[in-house]
């Protein structure tokens, strides 16, 4: 058989001219290379598309072809454990780069396996994708086992995610019956990464929660400083805290602050405090206690004790100074830092929001003054 010589040793290297004339010359070149199936189908190619798609296969093109009695043989390449007609899709994407929906349904993971083996990188990446979109509980043990085997690490983490949001269905499949008698490896594995990922979710879920409380006293902390200073619907700021003239509290505003739910509630239980008689008890009134500690939170993160008009502020201030040489509370400090901290991220989405407003609104004025 007459050998077709291609320069195959520089296609890799080269600009991809040689591989493009390659690919378009394969036509009119007699082919070089047999490829042979597993039901012995055998499959002409070229060796300089072959080896210009795959390091692996262009080193075996870099052997010498051994040839029997002198004449010319072809070079035979095997590629067996793979049903024939993925061989057949396989060899076709060296030629052409591209590969039909229909196939990657049906030939998927053993693209997956080939592209791995033959180090084809643009056909691995397509597989891992393609294989992802495919993953059902049925076949994830599988995939996430040959995924192992072709170092796909995205394609083992979205395996790794579905068993665990699909558990319950993928354990009576007999992909992990087979898993459990034979890579008990892997299947401790799995049951770890399902382990982790419950404790990370209710790490997230107490943070969450966390973030939420401190939000909410960031909020009343807010609400304070706004009812003793400017005064809202029932409280107002000149005396309020009276305990002889519950009458003055009440300040007539117009319009409820935004904060409202928060504020609202925050200025009953001023009210309350202004007039409990079990206040200072040491068996004391619960809702004494709660505003005696949101004064003090308030008091903690105030840097303007001097001018500040919330009640007790400044006795707190003083008594945490003293506090402070006494030895430090360290609950207490971190609440305050958590709480400053809610305080500082909404007043910075506060701000960003109005920036946002005010450029709508200047987009507004501008449209009106254009008669848009
Ligand atoms: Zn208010
Ligand atoms: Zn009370
Ligand atoms: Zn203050």
Redo the contacts with the bound molecule.
């Keep these: 058989m007459e050998a077709v010589f291609i320069p195959i040793t520089a296609t890799i290297e080269d600009d991809g001219f040689s591989l493009i004339t390659d690919k378009i010359s394969h036509n009119l070149t007699t082919s070089d290379v047999e490829i042979v199936t597993t039901g012995n189908r055998r499959i002409p190619v070229h060796s300089g598309v072959l080896a210009s798609a795959s390091p692996v296969l262009m080193n075996i093109m870099k052997k010498p072809v051994r040839r029997y009695r002198g004449c010319d043989s072809k070079r035979v390449i095997k590629i067996l454990g793979v049903p024939c007609d993925a061989v057949s899709v396989f060899i076709r994407f060296l030629y052409s780069s591209s590969l039909k929906e229909y196939e990657m349904d049906e030939y998927g993971i053993h693209l997956l396996a080939l592209s791995h083996v033959y180090m084809v990188t643009n056909l691995k990446q397509l597989c891992s994708k393609g294989v992802v979109e495919r993953l059902t509980a049925e076949n994830v043990v599988d995939v996430l086992q040959l995924a192992r085997l072709c170092d796909a690490p995205d394609l083992c983490l979205r395996s790794m995610r579905l068993i665990q949001s699909q558990f319950k269905t993928v354990e009576q499949t007999e992909g992990w019956k087979f898993l459990q008698e034979h890579d008990p490896l892997l299947e401790l594995d799995i049951l770890q990464f399902i382990d982790d990922a419950e404790s990370r979710k209710k790490r997230r879920r107490r943070h969450k929660r966390e973030q939420n409380l401190y939000m909410q006293l960031s909020e009343a902390m807010d609400c304070i400083e706004h009812i003793c200073t400017q005064g809202c619907t029932l409280v107002g700021p000149s005396n309020a805290i009276d305990n002889n003239n519950t009458k003055s509290m009440i300040v007539e505003k117009s319009k409820p602050c935004k904060a409202f739910s928060t504020c609202y509630g925050l200025q009953l239980l001023i009210r309350?405090?202004a007039v409990?008689?079990?206040?200072g008890n040491d068996k004391?009134?619960?809702?004494?206690k709660r505003?005696l500690q949101l004064l003090r939170l308030h008091s903690s993160i105030c840097d303007q004790p001097e001018s500040c008009r919330v009640p007790l502020c400044r006795q707190f201030k003083k008594r945490g100074e003293q506090d402070k040489k006494m030895g430090e509370d360290t609950n207490w400090k971190l609440l305050v830092r958590r709480v400053e901290s809610a305080k500082a991220m909404s007043s910075l989405c506060q701000s960003k929001k109005n920036k946002y407003e005010g450029k709508a609104e200047g987009i507004i004025r501008i449209r009106k003054e254009l008669g848009l």
């Design positions: 309350h405090f409990c008689k079990r206040r004391g009134c619960l809702r004494c505003m």
